[in-house]
T-cell receptor, first 114, second 114 residues
Framework: AQSVTQLDSQVPVFEEAPVELRCNYSSSVSVYLFWYVQYPNQGLQLLLKYLSGSTLVKGINGFEAEFNKSQTSFHLRKPSVHISDTAEYFC????????????FGAGTQVVVTP | KAGVTQTPRYLIKTRGQQVTLSCSPISGHRSVSWYQQTPGQGLQFLFEYFSETQRNKGNFPGRFSGRQFSNSRSEMNVSTLELGDSALYLCASLPSGLAPDTQYFGPGTRLTVL
């Protein structure tokens, strides 16, 4: 069975500072990896994804993530955050043969202050 | 293209009642997945439909059911509602799931059970 662990439940950060959100997963088969963001009272918006190829993936709004197969990690980073980045961030894993079934981490709440 | 739409956006029911939620996927998408989001359990996969057939199922009781129509629109039904069914229900669509695709989420239906 697969599992996804987001190591921080909440990350406070000052505006224009960098942020890293950590995600580790376990799976016995190959996986696809995703980061989604959720703003209050909204659905999930895709930030970026790793399907294959380069392990460094770039997403929207200046976010990037690196897939590390040996450490089974997929950490999300942004070099300089804005107030508007305040939201909840979810790491998700989909096994390559599980079609539309995503397994989510518990989420990391990012709070950006001036 | 229009995004994933869900109706209604908000719903209030009482214990013991049943409820039906609707999801219209992005045009051309044939897979629809449903997720339940609660503060305590986070985001949990309910089931996935593809070409009117259930392709994946999560660990929810039989009170939770779904179906998909020939136009790919999907409904989920919860019978004999319990207080613990209060949640945000999200649906997501995939083009087909035959290739490494990305799921796109709707805004969700907020169900409150009194």
């Amino acid at each position: 069975a697969q599992s996804v662990t987001q190591l921080d439940s909440q990350v406070p950060v000052f505006e224009e500072a960098p942020v890293e959100l950590r995600c580790n997963y376990s799976s016995s088969v190959s996986v696809y990896l995703f980061w989604y963001v959720q703003y209050p009272n909204q659905g999930l918006q895709l930030l970026l994804k790793y399907l294959s190829g380069s392990t460094l993936v770039k997403g929207i709004n200046g976010f990037e993530a690196e897939f590390n197969k040996s450490q089974t990690s997929f950490h999300l980073r942004k070099p300089s955050v804005h107030i508007s980045d305040t939201a909840e961030y979810f790491c998700a894993v989909r096994e390559t043969d599980s079609w539309g079934k995503l397994q989510f981490g518990a989420g990391t709440q990012v709070v950006v202050t001036p | 293209k229009a995004g994933v739409t869900q109706t209604p956006r908000y719903l209030i029911k009482t214990r013991g009642q049943q409820v039906t939620l609707s999801c219209s996927p992005i045009s051309g998408h044939r897979s629809v997945s449903w997720y339940q989001q609660t503060p305590g359990q986070g985001l949990q996969f309910l089931f996935e439909y593809f070409s009117e057939t259930q392709r994946n199922k999560g660990n929810f009781p039989g009170r939770f059911s779904g179906r998909q129509f020939s136009n790919s629109r999907s409904e989920m039904n919860v019978s004999t509602l319990e207080l613990g069914d209060s949640a945000l229900y999200l649906c997501a669509s995939l083009p087909s799931g035959l290739a490494p695709d990305t799921q796109y989420f709707g805004p969700g239906t907020r169900l409150t059970v009194l």
